[in-house]
């Protein structure tokens, strides 16, 4: 069992800059892609970013290319996802997840693909 907590969310204004921070209860090694996803009021969850166990490689939803950075460090326990130049249709609930992957390459775009999910962090942006 992976029990995941989110932290960094907040009140931010339209063009400014957040970083989430995804801390898992235990090491969960190269084997475990991992990524965010988020849900905004009255809308479907969707993907953010993923990246792999290695760390080597990352995936996002094209609304946040460019502005979204997903890392994770070291010992493998803890994702990030450093959020720029953000805009008011970024406001959404972000969710950390993870989940066992084929190799520690892969990554996954799909929700059915990760098992273990955060509580869950607020972030929004005003205009």
């Known amino acids: 069992q992976v029990q995941l907590v989110e932290s960094g969310g907040g009140l931010v204004q339209a063009g400014g800059s957040l970083r989430l921070s995804c801390a898992a209860s235990?090491?969960?090694?190269?084997?475990?892609?991992m990524g965010w996803f988020r849900q905004a009021p009255g809308k479907e969850r969707e993907f953010v970013a993923a990246i792999s166990g290695n760390g080597l490689n990352t995936a996002y939803v094209d609304s946040v290319k460019g502005r979204f950075t997903i890392s994770r460090d070291g010992t493998e326990n803890t994702v990030y996802l450093q959020m720029n130049s953000l805009k008011p249709e970024d406001t959404a609930v972000y969710y950390c997840?993870?989940?066992?992957?084929?190799?520690?390459?892969?990554?996954?775009?799909?929700?059915?693909?990760?098992?273990?999910w955060g509580q869950g962090t607020q972030v929004t942006v005003s205009s």
């Open positions: 997840v993870a989940g066992q992957s084929y190799s520690s390459s892969s990554y996954y775009s799909s929700s059915t693909s990760y098992i273990y």
């Open positions: 235990r090491r969960t090694g190269s084997r475990y892609a």
